[in-house]
């Protein structure tokens, strides 16, 4: 009876703190009810931005996102060779608890090591443009260039404008990128196979910046009289090699084939015969459609190949290549 | 309502009132802070100060003050200096701006937030100059570009030339307008009705170096946007490309390089020899020559690299000025040094543009070796100490595994950060490697010419087990400890005062009841006993319970006065035992010997108390068993100890081992309470000796030392 009582006075006494209790839980429950519920995010993390090639992709993602209720954050290097500062981007967005991440590594083996630790950590991770030597899994799906199909392209292009015969310079071959390694690959082997008279007379790793490109491009072009054409295997090396020809006063003269859309006013203006474009608005679209269904249940894990397309004089106007470099990803 | 009840009412919300406003202030400071934008930047430091200092941040670049404007010196493809409030909303920015380097943009961001580095990684808006189409253009970043015009200016964008920009945003109109040295005014409009309200304002480039002079930020008015839009004049208006015509066509030139006015005005040497066939060179004759590089570092020399290495190029004649990230040729004559050359009397000229080359990473141990000399490299080390160059230089030294070299920050910007750095702290660092003794000082194998605040990274603080921690971390162990034992000590302390506390109120009453009681019940029997006849059988069974009344009056007295301590802490141990022993043997005849040994001091309650205690029984079982005729008591204070005797002359007893009686099982629990030495000893015809000795507290005996070396007793000890 005496506990009831006083049970009754402490009740009655402490008005004041059930009322602050009740108070403090209707804010509390207002600044829940108010507060904007986050929109899942997909970091999207290409080699570099703000070029053709890569701008494509982001338009791709963000005419997918919206489908799958994402929005996506799009960042990368500021340039197309840092491999640390990648890193430091993708550890980054993983340390912010993204819900998935859709990565053109720079480098393969750099990048490993994180991609494994995203997925060890239950973040679903699609690779755009070049295999990272893990096998597709839960989680882990690749949407790639056909890097062979893109030799072929360019041996095919080298032989028409030859005629099936003469000599070539190879250049900006890279082992870091299995992508790159493929298009080498797959350029000599056609060019053996389709085109015997034509002869592979020079080969030059990937550098990574131009004015290095262009150097090695410059004592190619000074030390090897006979070269008919040149391949340039990256965007990089195709620039280098574009100046090179130019300083020589053989743009035009010798053939230049390249690779990756980053170059295209010199298809117009003349010097540059063509380029193997990578369709990175469509990987994009296929990169954030398998993060979307894999986010949703319902992913079908392995490798979407996509095809590349050859530009050049006749066909640089097409619809096509304008669906390709459009890059209207701005949705306000 | 009553008078009272008003008046409290009234008060109570008085008070409440005050104390709202109080809280509210605070609130209300933190919410309209930084509201008004107003901002003014001369950069007069003349490179000195901090970029931090004044608000600046950088998201990429290499940004410094020089000659009262602030430059980036790189080529970096969206370099952001951001500063001001994300609470601005109405503002105008403007200064004089002007591009360093060819095929890039340079301007304003306003209303931006996010940022972070990368090349459109901001949510804001960018106007700006561009010279590759000649064209103030104005657009949206959200993590990506969205341009929404390119307007022509009218005789284009040089280089090396000021403009004044001025951008203006107001509700969600956006105003830019640039002016030519000679009065050409141009100006771009843009109006978005889902537009970002409010944001930090910043510089920006995009693939060249740029600078700024007078940066002034104020509040914009309406008046404001209407005269920037009357001086807008129609054929303007007319030159602006629409804004749809511009987003989505891929022929926007911002993506590509103005190859053919490159070409046309940078026709290189054909000739040129990689950076390490330079070292195939005769030694002893003099060579000119030409390479091509990319530049690496411009102050305090020029430094180029090819994929081949580096080479330092001091006092270069430069037609316009380079950048880093430039790819240029230089021709000079070549001299041969230790680990690379160097290019003397060259002239160097800009080639391309925007073309940076990323560092090397390499450990200390490699560059150790001069194999990366003149190269722009990247390693890691501990800080060791940190010392003042010339001028605003400074001079780290830095321990990597078995090497040891040096990092110089001529860069005030980076100076003051590298400033703040701890020792012990582990850094990667990136810069220029050189092995010159003019740098390394003969001490190092190498040293790293570093050149912006992003060339310096902390990647690991100091470990956390230095001294200066460690004795940090045992004083506070000890600070614990100490507390920890305190509270143990106050809350025995409380316990003790509770028990005493029950003793005093259980003896009041016994002395309340049992003993009145006795005391009425020895007066009844004595009435009764007085009225008895004489000699009587009944009158001597009265006389003898009267006797037993008294005896257990007598009982009840002395437990009265065991379990009422007195005021043992206010009158010391040794006063309170006499007054309890004059108290057990009052009106009897036994004679209190009392003696005091060493020098009394105060003693934990708790060992007072159990000494009192024992004392009492003591004595009380010698009253009650030994018939003495003499008690004596003995307190001997000594250095660690206290030690309590209480002997008698009486009958005493032998042993009884394990059947000793309650009184004394008593004793020794309580002895045994306070880890106290309890010995008694005892024989027939020669009385009883109860001895107790307590080992004092370490607190206590400090206190005493204490107090000795003040008092100067320790002389005494000394001397015996």
């Not at chain 1, 035009?252 to 540059?272: E, K």
């Not at chain 2, 321990?399 to 020792?423: C, V, W």
């Amino acid at each position: 009876m005496r506990r009831r009582v006083l049970t009754r006075a402490l009740v009655k006494k402490a008005w004041w703190l059930w009322g602050g209790v009740a108070g403090v839980l209707c804010i509390l429950a207002a600044v829940a009810a108010l507060y904007p519920r986050r929109v899942p995010t997909i970091a999207v993390i290409p080699r570099t931005c703000g070029t053709y090639l890569w701008e494509a992709e982001h338009t791709g993602v963000e005419r997918v996102a919206p489908r799958y209720g994402l929005s996506v954050y799009w960042n990368a290097p500021m340039r197309e060779d840092d491999v640390q500062g990648q890193i430091a981007i993708l550890d980054r967005e993983l340390k912010r608890k993204v819900q998935g991440v859709i990565l053109s590594p720079v480098e393969a083996l750099p990048l490993r090591t994180s991609v494994y630790r995203a997925l060890q950590g239950g973040t679903p991770v699609v690779v755009v443009g070049t295999d990272l030597g893990l096998a597709p899994a839960k989680n882990l799906a690749y949407v790639l260039n056909d890097e062979r199909r893109g030799g072929q392209l360019a041996a095919r292009r080298i032989g028409l404008v030859l005629g099936g015969k003469g000599t070539v310079a190879i250049v900006g071959i890279s082992n870091q990128l299995t992508s790159t390694a493929d298009r080498a690959r797959s350029l000599e082997a056609t060019l053996s196979e389709e085109f015997p008279q034509i002869h592979v007379a020079y080969r030059s790793l990937a550098l990574p910046t131009v004015s290095q490109e262009q150097q090695v491009a410059e004592k190619m072009l000074a030390e090897n009289a006979g070269i008919n054409a040149i391949v340039a295997l990256t965007e990089t090396s195709t620039r280098g090699a574009f100046y090179a020809l130019t300083e020589f006063n053989k743009a035009g003269v010798i053939h230049l084939v390249g690779f990756d859309q980053n170059m295209m006013v010199p298809i117009r203006t003349g010097g540059l015969d063509a380029v193997i474009m990578q369709n990175t608005n469509q990987m994009g679209q296929a990169a954030m459609t398998l993060m979307g269904e894999e986010l949703h249940g319902g992913a079908k894990h392995g490798y979407v190949v996509l095809q590349p397309l050859l530009v050049t004089r006749e066909n640089l106007d097409s619809s096509d290549v304008n669906e390709i470099l459009n890059l209207a990803w701005f949705n306000p | 309502m009553r008078k009272t009840t008003r008046r409290w009412l009234l008060g109570t919300a008085s008070v409440g009132t005050m104390l709202l406003i109080v809280a509210a202030l605070p609130l209300a400071y933190f919410v309209w802070k930084d509201r008004r934008p107003n901002f003014h930047d001369s950069f007069a430091r003349n490179g000195q100060g901090e970029l931090r200092q004044d608000g600046w941040k950088s998201f990429g670049g290499t940004w410094q003050v020089v000659d009262g404007a602030m430059l980036n010196i790189s080529d970096d493809r969206g370099a952001k200096l951001i500063n001001g409030s994300a609470k601005w909303k109405n503002y105008i920015v403007e200064a004089d701006i002007q591009l360093l380097g060819e095929a890039g943009d340079a301007g304003f961001v306003v209303r931006t937030s996010q940022e972070e580095v990368g090349v459109d990684a901001y949510h804001g808006y960018f106007a700006g100059l561009r010279d590759i189409d000649d064209t103030l253009i104005m657009g949206r970043a959200d993590y990506g570009w969205h341009e929404f015009q390119s307007t022509p200016v009218r005789y284009g964008i040089r280089t090396r030339t000021w403009y004044h920009l001025k951008v203006l945003a107001y509700g969600c109109t956006l105003l830019a307008s640039s002016t030519t040295e000679k009065g050409v005014v141009t100006t771009a409009l843009i109006e978005e009705p889902k537009c970002l309200a409010s944001g930090r304002f910043g510089l920006q480039s995009y693939s060249t170096g740029a600078a700024w002079r007078n940066v002034v930020v104020r509040p914009a008015a309406k008046s404001d946007l209407d005269a920037m839009l009357q001086a807008r004049s129609l054929s303007e208006r007319e030159r602006t490309k629409s804004a749809s015509s511009a987003p989505g066509s891929w022929m926007d030139e911002r993506f590509f390089e103005p190859i053919q006015r490159e070409l046309r005005e940078h026709k290189s040497d054909l000739n040129a020899k990689t950076i390490a066939d330079l070292r195939l060179l005769a030694p002893t004759l003099s060579s000119q020559v030409a390479v091509h590089g990319v530049v690496t570092l411009v102050s305090p020399m020029i430094f180029i690299q090819d994929s081949t290495g580096g080479i330092a190029i001091p006092q270069a004649h430069t037609g316009t000025p380079v950048q880093i990230g430039d790819s240029v040729e230089a021709r000079g004559d070549v001299e041969q040094h230790e680990f690379s050359s160097v290019l003397r009397n060259a002239d160097v000229r800009l080639l391309w543009s925007h073309t940076p080359a990323p560092p090397v990473s390499v450990t200390a141990s490699q560059a150790a070796t001069g194999a990366f000399d003149a190269q722009y490299v990247e390693t890691e080390g501990r800080l060791v100490s940190r010392q003042r160059g010339g001028g605003q230089s400074v001079v780290l030294k830095l321990d990597e595994g078995s090497q040891s070299f040096m990092a110089i920050a001529e860069n005030p910007s980076l100076a003051a950060t590298l400033n703040k750095l701890q020792y012990g702290s582990r850094l990667r660092l990136r810069g220029i490697c050189v092995t010159d003794r003019s740098y390394a000082q003969n001490e190092m194998p190498f040293a790293l010419l570093m050149r912006s605040v992003d060339d310096a990274e902390m990647i690991e603080p100091p470990p956390w087990w230095n001294t200066l921690h460690i004795i940090e971390l045992i004083a506070g162990l000890l600070g614990v400890s100490f507390g920890l034992h305190m509270l143990f000590m106050s809350v025995k302390r409380s316990q003790l005062h509770a028990v005493i506390e029950e003793r005093e109120r259980l003896a009041m009453e016994m002395h309340d009841t049992l003993a009145q009681s006795f005391a009425g019940l020895g007066y009844q029997l004595e009435a009764l006993s007085s009225e008895a006849p004489e000699g009587s059988p009944m009158r001597a069974q009265l006389e003898s319970s009267v006797d037993l009344v008294r005896f257990g009056h007598m009982e009840a007295r002395r437990n009265i006065a065991a379990l009422r301590p007195g005021n043992l802490e206010q009158l010391g141990l040794e006063k309170s035992l006499e007054e309890a022993a004059r108290t057990i043997l009052q009106g009897g005849p036994v004679d209190l010997q009392m003696a005091v040994r060493g020098e009394p001091r105060p003693i934990p309650l708790r060992i007072a108390d159990t000494l009192m205690r024992i004392g009492q029984e003591a004595i009380a079982n010698a009253v009650q068993h030994g018939r003495p005729h003499t008690i004596s008591l003995r307190l001997v204070y000594g250095r660690s100890s206290i030690k309590l005797t209480v002997r008698d002359d009486g009958q005493g007893f032998t042993t009884m081992g394990e059947r000793s009686g309650f009184g004394i099982r008593g004793m020794k629990h309580r002895a045994d309470g306070i880890a106290a030495t309890l010995r008694i000893r005892s024989s027939l015809s020669h009385g009883t000796s109860v001895a107790v000795r307590a080992m004092l507290p370490q607190s206590i005996l400090s206190l005493w030392w204490w107090q000795s070396i003040r008092t100067g007793r320790w002389r005494h000890w000394l001397h015996g």
